[in-house]
């Protein structure tokens, strides 16, 4: 006989205690009691904890789906909350402003520029300056030094006749 252990899937751990109970019901019910690891344990008591253990798998399993129902009830409201929180900034934005103070009221903050530190304009110049000498473009007062060279046609003669 197989060793009843918690890891097991839970569906077959409610379909052996409803097995047991029906055996026992069905075989051990004229008994009063039970030996049982070398205890006698009335009849009673053993299909009690049965049954206790059947209605509480049955009962955590009602409340595991009425979780998943609850938490898929509160995504789709927040879902239309946060929908509805964007349309409302647009409204509150055209009416009062990105910046007064109704606006803060809504708990709506105005969009702020985050603006980048020293060594991060360093680099972005010196990525700049390699980009350029890369591609070989030039800002317009390099452009303008830049002068065509036309290139000298010959002399031509004019034919005799």
Do not use: C, W
Not at 28 to 44: C, E, N, Q, R, W
Not at 130 to 159: L, N
């Amino acid at each position: 006989m197989e060793a009843v252990t918690k890891n097991q899937n839970k569906d077959t751990i409610i379909n052996r205690i409803r097995l047991a109970i029906a055996g026992v019901q069905k075989y051990l019910s004229g008994s009063s009691t039970l030996v049982l690891d070398g205890k006698s344990v009335p009849t009673a008591t053993v299909l009690a904890t049965l049954t206790g253990a059947t209605t509480a798998i049955d009962g955590a399993t009602t409340a595991e789906k009425a979780f998943h129902d609850a938490v898929a009830a509160q995504d789709a409201a927040v879902a239309a909350a946060l929908a509805l929180l964007v349309e409302l900034k647009t409204l509150v934005v055209h009416q009062f402003g990105q910046k007064g103070a109704a606006t803060a009221d809504f708990g709506f903050a105005a969009a702020t520029r985050k603006t980048p530190d020293a060594a991060t304009k360093a680099a972005a110049v010196e990525k700049r300056a390699a980009t350029r000498a890369a591609r070989g473009t030039k800002g317009p007062r390099a452009k303008q030094a830049i002068k065509g060279q036309v290139p000298a046609t010959p002399a031509t003669t004019p034919a005799k006749s």
